[in-house]
C-alpha cells in the first residue's frame, strides 16, 4: 500500500484568505449595491514595464525561427540574466557576487519552499511570528515542525521570535540555538525593515552557531531610506551562512509572468559540503528553468528604460503607501510600514480584536483588509492593507476609513 506524508495531515487548513473570501462574498451577496475595495491580498496590480513586454514579444518572434528558437535552457538561468544579476542588484551596491551562485526560478515562494530540500530534519528551524507562512508549512511538511497545537497555533518543534511594536517589528535572536533563521525584509506583513546594525547581529550569530540565514528580499525594490541594507550580502560574513532570495513579482509585476532568484554563495559550507553544489543538484533534478521569452523579460527589468519604468511603478505604489499612512494616521489609527514597503501595518483601535476589526472596514466602509492574526498570533490587533491598489480606489478607501472612524 502507498503511504503518505503524514505531515501533511497535521496542516492546519489554509483560513486566512479562504475566511476572507467566504466573509466578503458573504457582505456582497447580502449587499449587492455597496462596491466593495479591495487592499487585501498582495498582488500587484499595474502592467508590466514596456521595456519588459517589448523584449518578450522579440524573444517569441525568435522562439519562431531555426536560429533563435530555445528548447530546454539550463536550469540555473540563462548566463544573460544571472550576469545582468550580479551587475546591477549587487556589484552596484558593492558586493560581488559571481553569476554561479545565482539560480534564477520561477518564484520566491516556491525557492524559500524549496530550499528545505538541501536541509536535515534535524535542524532547529526559527521564525518570524507574524509571518509569511510558506516558511513554516513547508517545514510542516518536511517534519521539521512537530505538531500544531491549535490553542497556541504554534507547531511544536519551531522557535517563533515574536515581531511587536515594542521591537519594532524586527526579532530579537532567539536564546535557544537554532539552526535555519527565516529573514524577511521588508517584512510581509509589517512592512517592517531591519537596520544595518540589527542584520550585522544576525550574521555574526549565524557564523559563531553554523545557523544558515534564509534571507527573503521579495520586497526589496520598495526601500527608499538610505541607510537599509537592500541585500543580506552588503553585511560582511554573510556570504559564509546566509541564502538570499529575490524576485521580479513586486519589482517588475511579474506575480502572473513568474521569475526570480536565489544566491547561494560559493562560501557557504555546513557539514563539509557546499550549499551551492547542494541547491544546484536539487535545481538540476527537479527544475528543468524558466522559459526563455520570460528570462529575455526580466533581463529587460535592468535596461536603462526598463529600470526607468519599473521606478515609476514601484513610485506609484510608494504614493499610495504614503496616502494610506497619511489618512490612516489621520484617523486616528496606528500605523507602520509603508515607507520601505508596499504594507502598512494598522494596529486595530480600542483593543479590537483583528477580524472584528475587519469586519466593521468590511460593512462599514466596503473596505476589505487583511486581519493579522492570520499570519501568526503576534499580528492578533493588526490589519495588514496593501499599497498595491489602483491610486483612486486607495484614496477613496482611505476617505471610506477616516469617515467611519472620524
Ligand atoms: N516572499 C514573500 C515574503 C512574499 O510576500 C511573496 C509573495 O507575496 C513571495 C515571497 C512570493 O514571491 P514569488 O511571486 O516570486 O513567488
Given at each position: 500500500?502507498a503511504?503518505?506524508?503524514e505531515?501533511?495531515l497535521?496542516?492546519p487548513?489554509?483560513?486566512?484568505?479562504?475566511?476572507?473570501a467566504?466573509?466578503?462574498?458573504?457582505y456582497a451577496?447580502?449587499?449587492?449595491?455597496?462596491?466593495?475595495?479591495?487592499?487585501?491580498?498582495?498582488d500587484?496590480?499595474?502592467p508590466?514595464?514596456?521595456?519588459v513586454t517589448e523584449?518578450?514579444h522579440k524573444?517569441?518572434?525568435e522562439?519562431a525561427?531555426?536560429?533563435g528558437?530555445?528548447?530546454?535552457?539550463p536550469e540555473?538561468?540563462?548566463?544573460?540574466l544571472?550576469?545582468?544579476?550580479?551587475?546591477?542588484?549587487?556589484?552596484a551596491?558593492?558586493?560581488t557576487?559571481a553569476?554561479d551562485?545565482?539560480?534564477v526560478?520561477d518564484?520566491?515562494k516556491?525557492?524559500?519552499?524549496?530550499?528545505?530540500?538541501?536541509?536535515?530534519?534535524?535542524n532547529?528551524?526559527?521564525?518570524?511570528?507574524?509571518v509569511?507562512?510558506v516558511y513554516v508549512?513547508?517545514?510542516?511538511?518536511?517534519?521539521?515542525?512537530?505538531?500544531y497545537?491549535?490553542?497556541?497555533?504554534?507547531?511544536s518543534?519551531?522557535v517563533?521570535?515574536p515581531?511587536?511594536?515594542?521591537?519594532?517589528?524586527?526579532?530579537a535572536?532567539?536564546e535557544?540555538?537554532?539552526?535555519l533563521?527565516?529573514?524577511c525584509?521588508?517584512?510581509?506583513?509589517?512592512?517592517?525593515v531591519?537596520s544595518?546594525e540589527?542584520l550585522?547581529?544576525?550574521?555574526?550569530?549565524?557564523?559563531?552557531?553554523?545557523a544558515?540565514i534564509l534571507?527573503?528580499?521579495?520586497y526589496?525594490a520598495?526601500?527608499?531610506?538610505g541607510?537599509?541594507?537592500?541585500t543580506i550580502?552588503?553585511?560582511?560574513g554573510?556570504k559564509?551562512?546566509?541564502?538570499e532570495?529575490r524576485?521580479f513579482s513586486?519589482?517588475?509585476g511579474f506575480?502572473?509572468?513568474r521569475?526570480?532568484?536565489?544566491?547561494v554563495?560559493k562560501?557557504?559550507?555546513?557539514?563539509g559540503a557546499s550549499?551551492?553544489?547542494l541547491?544546484n543538484?536539487?535545481?538540476?533534478t527537479?527544475?528543468?528553468g524558466?522559459?526563455?521569452v520570460v528570462?529575455?523579460?526580466?533581463?529587460?527589468?535592468?535596461s536603462?528604460e526598463?529600470?526607468?519604468q519599473?521606478?515609476?511603478t514601484?513610485?506609484?505604489?510608494?504614493r499610495?503607501?504614503?496616502v494610506?499612512?497619511?489618512?490612516?494616521?489621520?484617523?486616528g489609527?496606528t500605523v507602520?510600514?509603508?515607507?520601505?514597503?508596499?504594507?502598512?501595518w494598522?494596529?486595530?483601535?480600542e483593543g479590537m480584536g483583528?477580524?472584528?476589526?475587519?469586519d466593521?472596514?468590511?460593512?462599514?466602509?466596503n473596505v476589505?483588509t487583511?486581519?493579522?492574526?492570520?499570519?501568526?498570533?503576534?499580528?492578533?490587533?493588526y490589519i495588514?492593507?496593501?499599497?498595491f491598489?489602483d491610486a483612486q480606489?486607495t484614496?477613496?478607501?482611505?476617505?471610506?476609513?477616516v469617515?467611519?472612524l472620524g
Amino acid at each position: 500500500m502507498a503511504t503518505i506524508n503524514e505531515n501533511y495531515l497535521k496542516l492546519p487548513g489554509s483560513y486566512l484568505f479562504s475566511e476572507i473570501a467566504r466573509r466578503v462574498a458573504a457582505y456582497a451577496k447580502a449587499n449587492p449595491d455597496k462596491s466593495l475595495i479591495k487592499l487585501g491580498i498582495g498582488d500587484v496590480t499595474r502592467p508590466l514595464a514596456p521595456a519588459v513586454t517589448e523584449a518578450m514579444h522579440k524573444a517569441v518572434d525568435e522562439m519562431a525561427t531555426g536560429a533563435g528558437f530555445h528548447g530546454y535552457g539550463p536550469e540555473q538561468g540563462y548566463e544573460f540574466l544571472r550576469q545582468a544579476i550580479a551587475q546591477h542588484d549587487y556589484a552596484a551596491r558593492g558586493v560581488t557576487i559571481a553569476p554561479d551562485e545565482i539560480f534564477v526560478s520561477d518564484g520566491a515562494k516556491s525557492d524559500c519552499g524549496n530550499i528545505g530540500d538541501i536541509f536535515g530534519v534535524d535542524n532547529v528551524v526559527a521564525v518570524c511570528d507574524p509571518v509569511y507562512p510558506v516558511y513554516v508549512d513547508t517545514n510542516a511538511m518536511a517534519g521539521r515542525a512537530g505538531d500544531y497545537d491549535e490553542a497556541s497555533q504554534h507547531w511544536s518543534k519551531l522557535v517563533y521570535m515574536p515581531c511587536t511594536a515594542e521591537n519594532g517589528f524586527s526579532p530579537a535572536i532567539p536564546e535557544e540555538k537554532v539552526d535555519l533563521i527565516y529573514l524577511c525584509f521588508p517584512n510581509n506583513p509589517t512592512g517592517a525593515v531591519a537596520s544595518r546594525e540589527q542584520l550585522e547581529a544576525w550574521v555574526a550569530y549565524a557564523n559563531e552557531n553554523d545557523a544558515v540565514i534564509l534571507y527573503d528580499s521579495a520586497y526589496e525594490a520598495f526601500i527608499t531610506q538610505g541607510d537599509v541594507p537592500h541585500t543580506i550580502f552588503e553585511i560582511e560574513g554573510a556570504k559564509t551562512c546566509a541564502i538570499e532570495f529575490r524576485s521580479f513579482s513586486k519589482t517588475a509585476g511579474f506575480t502572473g509572468t513568474r521569475c526570480a532568484y536565489t544566491v547561494v554563495p560559493k562560501e557557504l559550507v555546513r557539514g563539509g559540503a557546499s550549499l551551492n553544489s547542494l541547491w544546484n543538484r536539487r535545481q538540476c533534478t527537479k527544475f528543468n528553468g524558466v522559459p526563455y521569452v520570460v528570462q529575455r523579460g526580466a533581463e529587460a527589468v535592468y535596461s536603462p528604460e526598463g529600470q526607468a519604468q519599473v521606478k515609476e511603478t514601484i513610485a506609484y505604489y510608494q504614493r499610495n503607501a504614503q496616502v494610506i499612512r497619511e489618512g490612516l494616521t489621520k484617523a486616528g489609527l496606528t500605523v507602520s510600514g509603508g515607507v520601505n514597503a508596499p504594507y502598512i501595518w494598522v494596529k486595530t483601535p480600542e483593543g479590537m480584536g483583528s477580524w472584528e476589526f475587519f469586519d466593521l472596514l468590511l460593512e462599514k466602509a466596503n473596505v476589505v483588509t487583511t486581519p493579522g492574526a492570520g499570519f501568526g498570533p503576534s499580528g492578533e490587533g493588526y490589519i495588514r492593507v496593501t499599497a498595491f491598489g489602483d491610486a483612486q480606489a486607495t484614496q477613496e478607501a482611505v476617505a471610506r476609513i477616516v469617515s467611519v472612524l472620524g
